[in-house]
């Protein structure tokens, strides 16, 4: 009797020890329900990266509202040229005194830029902008432009061009950093808004402004006192809005050249 006894014990332990060993050792199935909870908890996991590195400035590049956010005051007119000077001589780098600009709004009040994807026109702001609009005028009376690439399309959003680099494919790295060599102040009066088909100045910060611009093809009202608006596109509208959508590559370059061959003013 005692012999029985001892032998159940025994068995009742190695059962006890066996379902404990299976607990432990076989996953337990997920169901639909789990399996949907882990793939939100991800996603929100991987959002709140995405948030953290756009704040400290991590490398979001695909990220089209961090592109967006950099446009406030990164891909700006930059008067500092980067490149040695030797270089800077290789595309024949005009020299642009500002002291000799003309008041050339008392003849003209519209541009046609000239593009090897199409033409459009443009009628400036002279009365609401008048610094910025002579500035612009003038560059573009003195052949400033003529040659100068659009370095950088984004479909949605703006298409940028004015830097006097993208003459010279060698100096690719350098494209959004050129500039005029002087700057002119902002311009934010009443009724000017970064909507679509307006023309705005790039810059690399408050009252950097030089040369370089862009041209709207989306409401970017969230601009607005950020980069001055000086003028509109009144034709053409299609060619913009066809050079936004231009296959691009690194750095939002199209890959094949878009080339301001002229601005008339007229």
């Known amino acids: 009797m005692k012999k029985y006894f001892l032998f159940s014990l025994l068995v009742i332990s190695a059962l006890t020890l066996s379902a404990c060993g299976a607990d432990t050792s076989t996953p337990k199935k997920s169901s639909a329900a789990d399996i949907l909870n882990e793939d ?23 990220d089209k509202d961090k592109i967006k956010q950099e ?27 500002p002291s000799k600009f003309e008041n050339l709004a008392a003849k003209y009040s519209q541009a046609i830029f000239s593009t090897n994807m199409g033409n459009f ?20 009376n003195i052949g400033y432009y003529n040659g100068v690439k659009f370095h950088r399309v984004i479909p ?5 061009g004015g830097d006097q680099l993208t003459k010279d494919d060698s100096l690719q790295s350098s494209w959004g950093t050129g500039g005029p060599g002087y700057a002119i102040k902002d311009e ?9 088909g307006t023309i705005s100045m790039a810059n690399a910060g408050v009252n950097t402004g030089g040369s370089q611009f862009f041209v709207n093809v989306a409401d ?7 980069h001055a608006v000086f003028g ?23 890959i094949t050249p878009i080339v301001i061959n002229s601005i008339v003013l007229k």
């Open 40 to 62: 939100a908890a991800a996603s929100a996991s991987s959002s709140a990266a995405a948030s953290a590195n756009s704040q400290t400035g991590g490398d979001n590049s695909v």
């Open 71 to 97: 446009l406030a005051g990164i891909p700006g007119a930059d008067s500092q040229v980067t490149q040695p000077a030797g270089e800077v001589k290789k595309i024949d780098m005009m020299t642009v005194d």
């Open 121 to 140: 026109t443009l009628k400036f702001y002279s009365d609401k902008a008048p610094q910025t609009v002579m500035n612009f005028m003038n560059l573009a």
């Open 156 to 160: 949605d959003f703006m298409i940028q």
């Open 188 to 196: 934010f009066g009443p009724g000017l808004s970064n909507v679509r």
């Open 220 to 226: 970017n009202t969230y601009l607005d006192g950020k």
């Open 232 to 254: 509109e596109v009144t034709e053409g509208m299609d060619v913009v809005d066809a050079i936004s959508k231009a296959a691009t590559g690194d750095a939002n370059r199209p």
